[in-house]
T-cell receptor, first 111, second 116 residues
Framework: KAGVTQTPRYLIKTRGQQVTLSCSPISGHRSVSWYQQTPGQGLQFLFEYFSETQRNKGNFPGRFSGRQFSNSRSEMNVSTLELGDSALYLC??????????FGQGTRLTVV | AQKVTQAQTEISVVEKEDVTLDCVYETRDTTYYLFWYKQPPSGELVFLIRRNSFDEQNEISGRYSWNFQKSTSSFNFTITASQVVDSAVYFCALSDLTYNFNKFYFGSGTKLNVKP
């Protein structure tokens, strides 16, 4: 069974640009959530999607957005990038009553 | 508010030593889930264990064991006879009772260095 796939693995962007990250969950999993990991703030919840609907949202500015498609694949977008957005972005998928399975993450560097 | 505290930032041990990673949590919910995840250098979080708030039974899985005590709001993790491959960052996490446990409150992590 394939795991959670995140693309790209590494990304370098310039301040002010926007970026889109992709997450393909495990087949059959309908819930996808996103986390930001930084040395200073640790792992922080961004948002969660279930059946194309955002069910939960963390405490991040509106520059951070996401969506989920009918095949459960999810994308997150960050607009007007700031240096502080440099982080490892992790995606997790789960089915009902299971633990969350994480991808290897996308490491975003903003210069 | 939900909060998870891992007071040990980094621990170094020599192979074959036992090591315990501490986790203290705060929640007002009576029903919740606790987790431990391992993060190797490759980045992904690897699931180790899930425990619900009604099950205080300790668990052992090979060299790993977990001690859950609601009275002290702690969920500690012990590795017996540590190995170099155990070197990683370990995260304790708390989840509300949602449909699928997919919103976690993570501790800051404990980096474990196991030296040969």
């Amino acid at each position: 069974k394939a795991g959670v796939t995140q693309t790209p693995r590494y990304l370098i962007k310039t301040r002010g640009q926007q970026v889109t990250l992709s997450c393909s969950p495990i087949s059959g999993h309908r819930s996808v959530s996103w986390y930001q990991q930084t040395p200073g703030q640790g792992l922080q919840f961004l948002f969660e999607y279930f059946s194309e609907t955002q069910r939960n949202k963390g405490n991040f500015p509106g520059r951070f957005s996401g969506r989920q498609f009918s095949n459960s694949r999810s994308e997150m977008n960050v607009s007007t990038l700031e240096l502080g957005d440099s982080a490892l972005y992790l995606c997790a998928s789960s089915s009902t009553n299971t633990e969350a399975f994480f991808g290897q993450g996308t490491r975003l560097t903003v210069v | 508010a939900q909060k998870v505290t891992q007071a040990q930032t980094e621990i170094s041990v020599v192979e074959k030593e036992d090591v315990t990673l501490d986790c203290v949590y705060e929640t007002r919910d009576t029903t919740y889930y606790l987790f431990w995840y391992k993060q190797p250098p490759s980045g992904e979080l690897v699931f180790l264990i899930r425990r619900n708030s009604f099950d205080e039974q300790n668990e052992i899985s090979g060299r790993y064991s977990w001690n859950f005590q609601k009275s002290t709001s702690s969920f500690n993790f012990t590795i017996t006879a540590s190995q170099v491959v155990d070197s990683a960052v370990y995260f304790c996490a708390l989840s509300d009772l949602t449909y699928n446990f997919n919103k976690f409150y993570f501790g800051s992590g404990t980096k474990l260095n196991v030296k040969p």
